[in-house]
């Protein structure tokens, strides 16, 4: 199979897939956006497994079993919240794909959803983390054994349209 990254509009929990990628915060015990609703898709089981973590940095991730989902995987990560450019936040948002990217190849993930994570609530402008985002991806996958198909969900239009550019660029 070749290796792709495909942008798609829809829910993520949804998606039959190795893994999907939840945009979580430090705490890993849930939150609102994409977060709650992997939550409550995957059920209270999550909520336990997440618990033992206790906590994860920014950038880095954890991997929990899918529960309910159709996901075998679920990839759990805090992206870096906007303050404005200047504090990392490009660095740490490539951290936040990488880290997730070497834990689905590491448990021999061949697809991967990924949300737009930090372009929500945590307010990273969009086009410029789907630039992040695509060329992250685009040189994990060059050197990747077990990951072959990236899909990046998008859950609105302008979301979906950001990372379609980012893609021809
Ligand atoms: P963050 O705190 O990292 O910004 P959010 O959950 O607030 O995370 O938003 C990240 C992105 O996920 C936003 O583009 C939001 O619209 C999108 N999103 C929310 N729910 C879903 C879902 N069910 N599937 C895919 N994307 C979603």
């Given at each position: 199979?070749?290796?792709?990254?495909?942008?798609?509009?829809?829910?993520?929990?949804?998606?039959?897939?190795?893994?999907?990628?939840?945009?979580?915060?430090?705490?890993?015990?849930?939150?609102?956006?994409?977060?709650?609703?992997?939550?409550?898709?995957a059920?209270?089981?999550l909520?336990?497994?997440?618990?033992?973590?206790?906590?994860?940095?920014?950038?880095?991730?954890?991997?929990?079993?899918?529960f309910?989902l159709?996901?075998?995987?679920?990839?759990?990560?805090?992206?870096?919240?906007?303050?404005?450019?200047?504090?990392?936040?490009?660095?740490?948002?490539?951290?936040?794909?990488?880290?997730?990217?070497?834990?689905?190849?590491?448990?021999?993930?061949?697809?991967?959803?990924?949300?737009?994570?930090?372009?929500?609530?945590?307010?990273?402008?969009?086009?410029?983390?789907?630039?992040?985002?695509?060329?992250?991806?685009?040189?994990?996958?060059?050197?990747?054994?077990?990951?072959?198909?990236?899909?990046?969900?998008?859950?609105?239009?302008?979301?979906?349209?950001?990372?379609?550019?980012?893609?021809?660029?």
């Open positions: 199979m070749a290796k792709s990254i495909q942008v798609e509009q829809g829910d993520i929990t949804t998606y039959q897939v190795d893994a999907i990628v939840n945009a979580a915060n430090t705490t890993l015990m849930g939150g609102g956006g994409v977060d709650g609703a992997i939550h409550r898709a059920g209270p089981a909520y336990a497994a997440c618990e033992q973590f206790h906590g994860c940095p920014t950038g880095e991730a954890r991997i929990t079993p899918g309910k159709p996901a075998k995987y679920i990839i759990h990560t805090p992206g870096p919240i906007w303050r404005g450019g200047q504090n990392g936040e490009p660095e740490l948002l490539v951290a936040s794909y990488c880290n997730s990217l070497k834990l689905a190849e590491h448990y021999h993930c061949r697809t991967v959803a990924f949300p737009s994570i930090s372009t929500g609530v945590y307010a990273f402008p969009v086009e410029r983390a789907a630039q992040i985002a695509i060329k992250t991806i685009r040189e994990f996958l060059a050197n990747s054994h077990w990951v072959q198909q990236v899909i990046m969900v998008a859950f609105d239009p302008a979301t979906k349209a950001a990372y379609q550019k980012a893609l021809l660029t």
